[in-house]
C-alpha cells in the first residue's frame, strides 16, 4: 500500500459535533431518525432539520449509508450509515467494512477532502473497540488508496481508552507499511 494513505489519517480524542470538516460521519440506527450516543450528540447539534432531511430519506438498511446536509454543524455533510449489532459472526466484519468503504465512496462522490468518523458500532452495538478499530484502519486505508481527493480522515474517539487502542494500532500498520 502506497505510505502516502497513511499520512492522510489520524485518531484524536474529542466531540465530533465541533469540526470544522467538510463531512461528519453519524453512526445511526437504520430508522436515521436519531438515538443515543454520538447519533443522538450529532442530531442535537445539527437541529431539527437533520430530522426532517432524514424522514425524508426514510431509513438505511445495515451497512449501507445516506447523506444529508450539516445544518447548524460545523461540518457541510452528515455521511449516516448503520453498522451491525457484533453478535461475533463473520458477517458483523463484512457489515462493519461496507459501512467505512460506503461511508468514503458517499464523501467522493461529493466532494468531500475532510471527514470524521466516530468509532461505528462500538457503544450500544457492542462490538469489540480492538477489531472494530482494525476493520475501521485497514477498511479506510484500502479506500483511500483509490481515492486521492479524500485529503484527511480522522477517526474521533470518544474515550482516552479508545483513542489509545486506534493510536496504537496506526503506529503499528505505519511500520508495516
Known amino acids: 500500500m502506497n505510505p502516502d494513505v497513511w499520512t ?3 485518531a484524536r480524542q474529542g466531540d465530533i459535533t465541533t469540526l470544522a470538516v467538510d463531512a ?4 445511526a440506527n437504520q430508522s436515521l431518525l436519531g438515538g443515543g450516543g454520538v447519533d443522538g450528540a450529532i442530531h442535537r447539534a445539527a437541529g431539527p432539520e437533520l430530522l426532517e432531511a432524514c424522514r425524508r430519506i426514510g431509513g438505511c438498511p445495515t451497512g449501507e ?11 457541510r455533510w452528515v455521511i449516516h450509515t448503520v453498522g451491525p449489532v457484533y453478535r461475533g459472526s463473520p458477517r458483523d466484519a463484512e457489515l462493519l467494512a461496507s459501512c467505512y468503504r460506503n461511508s468514503l465512496a458517499l464523501a467522493a462522490a461529493h466532494g468531500v477532502r475532510t471527514i470524521a468518523f466516530p ?9 469489540p473497540i480492538a477489531e472494530a478499530a482494525r476493520i ?3 477498511t479506510t486505508a484500502a479506500e483511500l488508496a483509490s481515492r486521492p481527493g479524500i485529503e484527511r480522515v480522522l477517526f474521533v474517539l470518544f474515550s482516552a481508552g479508545d483513542l489509545e487502542v486506534y493510536r496504537r494500532l496506526l503506529a503499528e500498520t505505519r511500520r508495516g507499511a
Open 8 to 10: 492522510r489519517i489520524e
Open 24 to 27: 461528519v460521519v453519524n453512526a
Open 65 to 75: 449509508a445516506r447523506i444529508t446536509p450539516g445544518f447548524r454543524l460545523p461540518a
Open 119 to 127: 468509532a461505528i458500532s462500538c457503544g450500544a452495538y457492542g462490538y
Open 136 to 138: 475501521a484502519v485497514e
